[in-house]
Nanobody
Framework: QVQVVESGGGLVQPGGSLRLSCAAS????????IAWFRQAPGKEREGLSC????????YYADSVKGRFTASRDNAKNTVYLQMNSLKPEDTAVYYC?????????????????????WGQGTQVTVSS
């Protein structure tokens, strides 16, 4: 059974950092892309990043490029999202999602409709 579970959210001051985790089970990351999304109250779900399964090339939305970095630990079957220089507008529920495909290119990786498997989300609040 394919599952992804997010953790690591919390309250952080503006300018601070958090690292989110996306733990995968029931599948291997070698054959699945992992994407990160967020959804703020009253807003649509926003695609933040997508990591290829093989070469680990990662694509980022302009809103987080240079501040957020995705990485992967194969031994733990876990993908991380390091978030630096956080702003109040980063406040949202953060989700990871996965689909069995090798590459994030060739489709609209930023579209939530492209992904079958989702975690339950973890809240990130950026506030002083």
């Amino acid at each position: 059974q394919v599952q992804v579970v997010e953790s690591g959210g919390g309250l952080v001051q503006p300018g601070g950092s958090l690292r989110l985790s996306c733990a995968a089970s029931g599948f291997t990351l070698d054959y699945h892309v992992i994407a990160w999304f967020r959804q703020a109250p009253g807003k649509e779900r926003e695609g933040l990043s997508c990591m290829n399964s093989g070469d680990l090339n990662t694509y980022y939305a302009d809103s987080v490029k240079g501040r957020f970095t995705a990485s992967r630990d194969n031994a733990k079957n876990t993908v991380y999202l390091q978030m630096n220089s956080l702003k109040p507008e980063d406040t949202a529920v953060y989700y990871c999602a996965t689909e069995r495909t090798y590459y994030c290119t060739g489709y609209g990786w930023w579209a939530s409709s492209e992904y079958t498997y989702w975690g339950q989300g973890t809240q990130v609040t950026v506030s002083s």
